[in-house]
């Protein structure tokens, strides 16, 4: 597709239940990046993909979080046992690759998918 | 670890203005990416800019531009001619390995743009 796609693009579940959140990357982008925003906060860094790899979970908050990529393109962030701390806006974002200087590289968003938890 | 820093938590600007949102960073890193996206209401990211750490030229899209001061680690996006659509969260953000091997980007807490008509 032309740009990062994200679905759902809005998620009510309740609390305890299990979400699963995608990411459709821009063509060829071989780096994703997972952000995590909560209300009028910034951006809390997740899990980053290089091709099918996550070289840094580090970001991962607890062990109810999870990711995978397949195929090097799309992307499932996993919420089990879902808490309302983890009501937020989960943002996606790919790149071409993670070389920062290279002046063509740039780093683009979905629109994001809102969780809220109740 | 790499840090970006914004100080202003909120700026005004009259329409038709040009106005300076400063970003300072810290990276031990010789080779790093700096980034301005901007967010609306709505949610969306939009990416604005984009200056690498070894162009020896100020970037430049359109309206914006990047004031890169790199001995003193300074990363200021300015608007020119302010319009009423560019109020929006603003945020700085920096791509690096803080000395490691795998790549992060950092933003900062971003600086809230209300221009005024």
């Known amino acids: 597709g032309a740009g990062v796609s994200q679905s759902p693009s809005n998620k009510v579940t309740e609390k305890g239940k299990d979400v699963e959140l995608r990411c459709d990357p821009i063509?060829?982008?071989?780096?994703l990046y997972w952000y995590r925003q909560s209300l009028g906060q910034g951006l809390e860094f997740l899990i980053y993909?290089?091709?099918?790899?996550?070289?840094?979970k580090s970001g991962l908050p607890s062990d109810r979080f999870s990711a995978e990529r397949t195929g090097g393109s799309v992307s499932t962030l996993t919420i089990q046992r879902t808490q309302q701390e983890d009501s937020a806006v989960y943002l996606c974002?790919?790149?071409?690759?993670?070389?920062?200087?290279?002046?063509?590289?740039?780093?683009?968003f979905g629109e994001g998918s809102w969780l809220t938890v109740v | 670890a790499q840090k970006i820093t914004q100080t202003q938590p909120g700026m005004f600007v009259q329409e038709k203005e040009a106005v300076t949102l400063d970003c300072t960073y810290d990276?031990?890193?010789?080779?790093?990416?700096l980034f301005w996206y901007k967010q609306p209401s709505s949610g969306e990211m939009i990416f604005l800019i984009y200056?690498?750490?070894?162009?020896?030229q100020n970037a430049t899209e359109g309206r914006y531009s990047l004031n890169f001061q790199k001995a003193r680690k300074s990363a200021n996006l300015v608007i020119s001619a302010s319009q009423l659509g560019d109020s929006a969260m603003y945020f700085c953000a920096i791509l690096g390995t803080e000395g490691g091997s795998n790549y992060k980007l950092t933003f900062g807490k971003g600086t809230l743009l209300t221009v005024n008509p």
């Open positions: 200056q690498g750490s070894y162009d020896q």
């Open positions: 063509s060829g982008h071989t780096a």
């Open positions: 990276t031990s890193d010789p080779s790093y990416g």
């Open positions: 993909f290089q091709g099918n790899s996550a070289p840094d």
């Open positions: 974002a790919s790149s071409l690759a993670a070389v920062p200087s290279y002046s063509g590289n740039t780093i683009y």
